[in-house]
């Protein structure tokens, strides 16, 4: 049988309970072996990102105590723009005999089909869609069935509680002084604080 990994990419400036909490649900509900996260390298949608270097650090003590989780820099070490399609093609060709669940959030899955390739992306995973709350948009539905129509795509729906957690009102919390201790990881705060990130520059989500 092979393995079926989750991969939860994204910008993680920074990580927070919301994206660990996404991932233990993707692990539970979609019977995934684990979940990869991908921090984002450099971005044709974002310019002002803080250093990936520091994101990657940041990831990597989020998910230190939990063996299911692991972080790939398969996007910060590429040259040039990172694009999906690229990422989960390199993927394949490394883990052999794998499924990847590509794991993402419902404004991102109504406009996938903008993206650089979009088949090549339904082709290399099948799609995990975040829907909030119990019940699916039906707006969600809608694109799902369109996706399958025109790309074969398999896509599941994640119903997670509504998670009212943002890594910008975190950025916006440290640079106006106010605690936001409860909201990531203990070790991913200590970093923070100690590298004072966030406490002038502004950064694109």
């Keep these: 049988m092979s393995d079926r990994i989750g991969i939860l990419g994204g910008t993680f400036n920074p990580i927070h309970m919301g994206h660990l909490k996404l991932a233990e649900l993707a692990l539970t509900e979609l019977n995934l072996n684990s979940i990869m996260f991908i921090p984002s390298g450099k971005s044709y949608m974002k310019s002002n990102v803080l250093d990936a270097s520091l994101r ?3 990831v990597k003590l989020a998910i230190s105590g939990n063996s299911r989780f692991s972080v790939n820099d ?4 590429r040259a040039g723009n ?3 399609y690229e990422t989960l093609e390199t993927l394949h060709e490394a883990y052999e005999d794998t499924e990847f669940v590509f794991i993402t ?10 993206w650089k390739c979009p088949g090549r992306i339904f082709r290399a995973a099948s799609l995990a869609v975040l829907a909030r709350g119990d019940s699916t948009d039906e707006k969600l539905k809608k694109k799902a069935f369109e996706y399958k129509r025109i790309f074969n795509a398999k896509v599941f729906f994640l119903h997670a509680p509504i998670i009212d957690i943002s890594s910008t009102q975190i950025r916006n919390m440290i ?3 106010e ?3 409860e909201l990531v990881p203990p070790s991913v705060y200590r970093f923070i604080n100690e590298h004072k ?9």
């Excluded at 398969?74 to 070490?77: D, F, L, R, S």
């Excluded at 959030?105 to 903008?114: P, V």
């Design 56 to 58: 990657l650090e940041m």
């Design 74 to 77: 398969i996007e910060i070490k």
């Design 82 to 84: 990172s694009y999906s």
């Design 105 to 114: 959030g419902a404004d991102s899955f109504l406009s996938i089909d903008k």
């Design 175 to 177: 640079k106006n002084g």
């Design 179 to 181: 605690p936001a201790d």
């Design 197 to 205: 990130i966030y406490l002038k520059e502004s950064f694109d989500e």
